[in-house]
C-alpha cells in the first residue's frame, strides 16, 4: 500500500516532486464551473493523496521504474493539439472543455467512468487535464479524424496532461490516427550551462465509448525522443457487435507506457489489439492491456511484435479476463520479440483468467534472435551482415503495418527504417 | 593459374574434427565432382568454402584467385565470385526474392566495376534466367524461397547462380530430394552456365546427377580427406562397387603410409 508523500511528510531539503507540482496546481486551479465535472476532478484528485504515485514494488509498475519522474518538479504546460476531420460526415469535433457544456449529455454519463482510476498518472490527468479534444460521431457517421499531439521543449522539466474522448454511435465507422511526436521549434534546455537535462512528461487519459454496431479503427503512433516520458491510459467501452481495432505504434522514448482497457460489454463485440514496439539504448517502452470479456460470443485479439536493440527494454503484460457467463468467448494473445543485442531485455507476461465455458482461448510469447541460417543466407548473396539484420527486422517488424491505411504506411515503414542500423540501405531493398 | 586452391584443409565441428587434411585444386573452365558417403564432410566443406560461422579451422590454406579465402567474410567472398547453391535453401518471410537478389548482383557488380543495375534492366535479365531453369516469374517474386517446393527450392538456388554469374559455384548436394524430371531442369540450368571462366564443384552423394552434369575430375571424400581421385568414369565405378571399397583401401593405405613414414 502506498502512502502519499504529503507536503508535511516531506524530508527536510528534499526537493519537490511531481506530487507537489500537482497539489499546488489543484489548489491553485481556477474552480471548474460544472458541478459534475468539479466533483469528477475532486475524486480524481482525492484518489491521488490516497494513494500517490507507483512505486516499483507494485506489480503492475515492477517494470516500469518512475521515480526519477516521480522526483521531479514539473511544470504544467498546455498541450499543443491539432485535429482534422475534413472529409468526415456525421462527426462533430471540438476542444473537450467545451463539449463538456454543449454535449452534456452525450458526455456525463462517460468521462472520468469509462477510465478507471487505477494508478496516480491517470488520477493526475483526472484531476488537472486542460487540453482535450472531444469527437462525437452521429448514428451511421463515417469519415477519417486526424489528431496531432507534439510536445514542445520549454528548457524545463514540463507535463502536459490531454484528454481525448470519442463517442461513436449505433453504426458509425471511423478511423483515428492520433500522432505523439516533437514539435518543429525546439528550446533545448540542454544546451544552457548548468542546467540538468529537461524531461518532458506526457500524462493522457482516452476514453472510447462504442455504440452498438460501430467501428473504429484506431491508429497511434508514439515517436519516443530520450528525454520524453510519456505515460497513457487508454480505455474502450464496446456495446453489442461494435468492433474496435487498435494500431499501435511506439518507437523509443525513455518511457512509453501505454494502459489499455477494453470492455466488451455487448454480445458480438470484436476487440483487435495490434502493437509494434521498438526500444534502443536505454528507452522503455510498456503495453500493459486488459481485454475484459463480461459478455457471449464476443472475440478479441491481441497481437504485439517488437524490436529491442542495445539497452533496449520492452514490457508486455497482457491480461484477458473472461466473466462468468461470457460464452462462446474466443480470445487469443500473442507477443514476438526480437533481441538484437546481448543486453536488450523483454519481460513478457500473458494472464488468462476464465471464469465461463465453451471459450477458445490461447496465448503464445516467443523471445528469439534473427535466424543465422537466414542471415547467411542473405551473406552468401553479397549482401552486409549489417545490411542483412536490418532487413530481416524489418521482415519481422514489417508484418505489423499492413492494417493501417495505405497513404500511412510508407511513413511508418520510414520511421522503422530509421531505427534500425543500416536501415537505410535496407529500405532498398523492402 | 588455378583458381580454388584447398592444402590440408582440417576443419572441427563443435570440437569434432570433421576435414582431416583435404586438397583440392580447381582451374577455371572445370567441373568437378566430390563424392562421399554421409558423414564425409562434404556439407562442410561447401560450407567453410561460403564462409558460414560455426566451423573452425585447425590447419591449412584456402586461397581463391591468389587471394586467403578464409581470411573474407562471407558477404566479400560472394561478391569475389563465389557461389553456394545450398543443400537446405532457407526460407526468407518478408523478404523479396527478387529485391535481395538485386542487392546481390548489384553487391558483384559494384566489386567487379560495372555499374548497378536499375529495376527494370534487372527484371528484364532476371525473366530470361528463370527461363533457365523453369521458374515461374510469380514465384520469383514472393519472399525469399516462400510456399516453395523442394524441386523449386533448387531451381531458385540455380536461378540466382545464373543471375550473379560466380566464378566458384559450389553445388551442396543440388539433387538431393530431386525427382527425376527436376533434376533434369536443375541440371539443364547449371549446364547452360558452364563457360571458360566458370568452375563448379558438385558435391553429391549419388553418381545420378552427374550423368547431367558431367564432370572432368571426379573425387571421393573419405573421412574429411579426398581419398581418390579420376575422371568421370570414377563415378561410374562407385555407382558400382559402393564407397566400401574405397573405404578399405584408403585403411590398407593409411597402414602402409604409417609403415612408411617409421621405416
Known amino acids: 500500500m502506498t502512502v502519499a508523500l504529503l507536503p508535511s511528510d516531506r524530508a527536510p531539503g528534499s526537493r519537490p516532486g511531481l506530487l507537489e507540482t500537482a497539489q499546488n496546481a489543484i489548489r491553485t486551479r481556477t474552480p471548474e464551473g460544472t458541478a459534475w465535472l468539479a466533483s469528477r476532478r475532486a475524486e480524481a484528485a482525492a484518489w491521488l493523496s490516497a494513494h500517490g504515485f507507483p512505486e516499483q514494488r507494485q506489480e503492475a509498475w515492477r517494470f516500469t521504474p518512475m521515480r526519477d519522474v516521480i522526483r521531479t518538479a514539473f511544470a504544467v504546460e498546455a498541450a499543443d493539439l491539432r485535429v482534422d476531420a475534413h472529409g468526415a460526415s456525421g462527426v462533430t469535433v471540438m476542444k473537450l472543455s467545451e463539449a463538456i457544456s454543449l454535449h452534456e449529455e452525450k458526455i456525463e454519463p462517460y468521462l472520468g467512468r469509462v477510465a478507471p482510476l487505477g494508478d496516480g498518472f491517470s488520477a493526475l490527468n483526472g484531476a488537472l487535464w486542460q487540453d482535450g479534444i472531444a469527437i462525437f460521431a452521429a448514428p451511421g457517421a463515417k469519415g477519417r479524424i486526424e489528431i496531432g499531439n507534439f510536445a514542445a521543449n520549454h528548457g524545463r522539466s514540463s507535463v502536459t496532461l490531454p484528454r481525448f474522448f470519442v463517442i461513436a454511435e449505433a453504426g458509425a465507422e471511423l478511423t483515428l490516427i492520433e500522432t505523439h511526436s516533437k514539435a518543429d521549434a525546439q528550446v533545448g534546455g540542454d544546451a544552457r550551462s548548468g542546467t540538468p537535462a529537461s524531461k518532458s512528461l506526457s500524462v493522457m487519459v482516452t476514453e472510447i465509448v462504442l455504440g452498438e454496431g460501430a467501428r473504429l479503427e484506431h491508429i497511434r503512433i508514439l515517436d519516443g525522443e530520450r528525454d520524453r516520458f510519456s505515460l497513457g491510459t487508454l480505455a474502450v467501452r464496446q456495446d453489442r457487435n461494435s468492433r474496435y481495432a487498435s494500431r499501435l505504434f511506439t518507437f523509443g522514448g525513455a518511457t512509453s507506457r501505454l494502459d489499455l482497457h477494453a470492455l466488451l460489454s455487448g454480445e458480438g463485440a470484436e476487440c483487435i489489439l495490434d502493437g509494434l514496439y521498438v526500444a534502443r539504448e536505454a528507452e522503455l517502452v510498456a503495453h500493459h492491456t486488459t481485454v475484459d470479456h463480461t459478455k457471449p460470443h464476443c472475440s478479441s485479439r491481441q497481437r504485439y511484435k517488437g524490436a529491442m536493440d542495445g539497452t533496449g527494454t520492452a514490457v508486455f503484460d497482457g491480461t484477458v479476463l473472461v466473466r462468468h457467463g461470457a460464452l462462446r468467448t474466443e480470445a487469443h494473445q500473442e507477443n514476438r520479440n526480437l533481441l538484437l543485442s546481448g543486453d536488450a531485455v523483454i519481460h513478457t507476461k500473458p494472464h488468462l483468467r476464465i471464469d465461463a465455458d465453451d471459450v477458445k482461448c490461447s496465448h503464445g510469447a516467443t523471445v528469439g534472435r534473427l535466424d543465422p541460417a537466414q542471415l547467411f543466407y542473405l551473406r552468401s548473396r553479397g549482401m552486409d551482415a549489417s545490411v542483412a539484420r536490418a532487413l530481416l527486422t524489418y521482415a519481422f517488424l514489417r508484418e505489423m503495418t499492413a492494417n493501417v491505411p495505405e497513404d500511412l504506411r510508407p511513413a511508418l515503414e520510414d520511421k522503422l527504417l530509421a531505427l534500425l542500423p543500416d536501415g537505410a540501405v535496407a529500405k532498398e531493398l523492402a | ?263
Open chain 2, 1 to 263: 593459374m588455378t583458381l580454388l586452391q584447398i592444402e590440408d584443409l582440417h576443419v572441427s565441428v563443435a570440437g569434432k574434427e570433421i576435414l582431416r587434411g583435404l586438397s583440392l585444386s580447381v582451374g577455371p573452365g572445370e567441373i568437378h565432382a566430390v563424392m562421399g558417403p554421409n558423414g564425409s564432410g562434404k556439407s562442410t566443406l561447401a560450407n567453410v568454402l561460403a564462409g558460414r560461422e560455426g566451423y573452425e579451422v585447425t590447419r591449412g590454406k584456402v586461397t581463391y584467385e591468389g587471394v586467403d579465402l578464409l581470411a573474407l567474410p562471407a558477404e566479400e567472398r560472394a561478391r569475389a565470385g563465389v557461389f553456394l547453391a545450398f543443400q537446405y535453401p532457407v526460407e526468407i518471410p518478408g523478404v523479396s526474392n527478387l529485391y535481395f537478389l538485386k542487392a546481390g548482383v548489384n553487391a558483384v557488380r559494384r566489386h567487379r566495376g560495372l555499374p548497378e543495375l536499375d529495376a527494370m534492366d534487372f527484371m528484364k535479365i532476371a525473366r530470361e534466367k528463370m527461363k533457365l531453369v523453369e521458374l515461374d516469374e510469380k514465384l520469383a517474386q514472393r519472399p525469399v524461397n516462400s510456399g516453395f517446393s523442394g524441386g523449386e527450392k533448387k531451381r531458385n538456388e540455380v536461378f540466382q547462380m545464373a543471375m550473379l554469374e560466380p566464378k566458384l559455384a559450389v553445388l551442396d548436394e543440388t539433387d538431393s530430394g530431386l525427382d527425376i524430371d527436376a533434376l533434369r531442369v536443375v541440371a539443364g540450368g547449371v549446364n547452360a552456365l558452364r563457360s571458360p571462366e566458370r568452375a563448379i564443384v558438385v558435391i553429391t552423394h549419388y553418381q545420378r546427377l552427374l550423368d547431367y552434369i558431367v564432370p572432368d575430375f571426379v573425387h571421393v571424400l573419405v573421412n574429411g580427406r579426398i581419398a581418390k581421385s579420376g575422371d568421370k568414369t570414377l563415378a561410374q565405378t562407385l555407382e558400382d562397387e559402393g564407397y566400401a571399397r574405397i573405404e578399405r583401401e584408403i585403411g590398407e593405405n593409411g597402414r602402409a603410409a604409417t609403415e612408411a613414414t617409421a621405416s
